[in-house]
């Protein structure tokens, strides 16, 4: 088994590789277009190579040198936010890299697909989404609507191809080494002015955040379990934007002016309010930060302070 990790630089990619060399699986090959901060320890233990995905011939050469046969496809577009502005880098980055990936299984000897997607694919919701949920998915961001695209295009080569195809919607995502999201950017806002804050819509808005660490286990389990399915990952409860800027605020021990806005949404393409119903009965989360204060402070604590 040779494991490939398209964006196993980022954030998520290397606390799930650490994951999986702690569980005994060394030599992954990870892919991504910049591996500056790649820590030294997956280094020593893993094959970092600096590569666009979108870059088909020089994929297919690394997937046949070392030969390939399971990827967990965690590259895409981060910046949400941006996307809103620029659709390209999602349409790019998300869409392009998933239909490349499916591309592969054509001339390489893939039996194996995991894909994360997101909750973003749902749209607004004003009720817990189940897993069976049958309502019509109407993302509202270029992102959202990407990740649907690669859904589709994934499982539908899978099938074709009888590979086993594993799918996550991933929750908000929090831990060590954050490089992006609300507590990234509150931490960057604190510091830039301790003294005042403005914050992206009114904070009313409302989602279920998850350690790293949970969902890298999440992860890890339902790789080796080599059971097909797609998945709802997260915790069932959930915690506002403004019980997270009050948290973030005594984390840094700073009392600041603060200043919301009136709208709902923070950004073009920003979903208020989406909550899980369940999880998978594989698995259990311990809690989303609404539940433990200790969760919110340890992410924090993580956080790269200058």
């Not at 994951?19 to 699986?25: K, Q, R, T």
């Not at 897993?131 to 990407?146: E, R």
């Not at 594993?166 to 999201?181: E, S």
Request: charged content about 20%; proline content about 4%; hydrophobic content about 35%.
């Amino acid at each position: 088994m040779t494991v490939m990790v398209t964006g196993g630089a980022g954030f998520i990619g290397q606390h799930l590789i650490n994951y999986f060399n702690s569980m005994g699986h060394t030599g992954i090959i990870a892919i991504d277009k910049h591996t500056d901060h790649v820590r030294k320890n997956l280094l020593e233990l893993n094959t970092f190579i600096e590569l666009n995905l979108n870059d088909y011939d020089s994929v297919e050469k690394v997937c046949q040198e070392y030969s390939v046969d399971e990827v967990v496809h965690l590259a895409a577009n981060s910046d949400i936010q941006n996307g809103a502005l620029n659709s390209e880098p999602d349409f790019r980055d998300t869409l392009g890299s998933s239909l490349n990936l499916s591309e592969l299984t054509n001339f390489v000897g893939i039996k194996k697909i995991f894909f994360a997607s997101s909750s973003a694919i749902f749209g607004v919701r004003n009720f817990a989404i189940k897993k069976t949920d049958s309502k019509p998915k109407l993302p509202i961001s270029y992102y959202g609507m990407a990740k649907l695209a690669s859904e589709k295009i994934l499982s539908s080569t899978a099938q074709e191809k009888n590979i086993v195809y594993q799918c996550l919607r991933f929750p908000n995502v929090v831990g060590p080494n954050l490089t992006h999201g609300l507590l990234f950017d509150l931490k960057k806002k604190i510091e830039r002015d301790p003294k005042t804050l403005k914050i992206l819509g009114n904070g009313f808005q409302s989602k279920p955040f998850m350690h790293v660490e949970d969902l890298t286990k999440a992860i890890y389990n339902l790789w080796i379990s080599n059971l097909s399915t797609t998945e709802n990952i997260g915790p069932v409860d959930n915690i506002t934007v403004r019980e997270i800027v009050q948290l973030t605020c005594n984390a840094f021990n700073v009392t600041p002016d603060i200043y919301y806005e009136t709208t709902a949404t923070g950004w073009i393409g920003d979903v208020p309010h989406y909550s899980y119903e369940n999880y998978p009965l594989w698995f259990a989360p311990k809690d989303s930060i609404r539940t433990s204060k200790q969760s919110i402070t340890n992410a924090l604590e993580f956080l790269p302070r200058n």
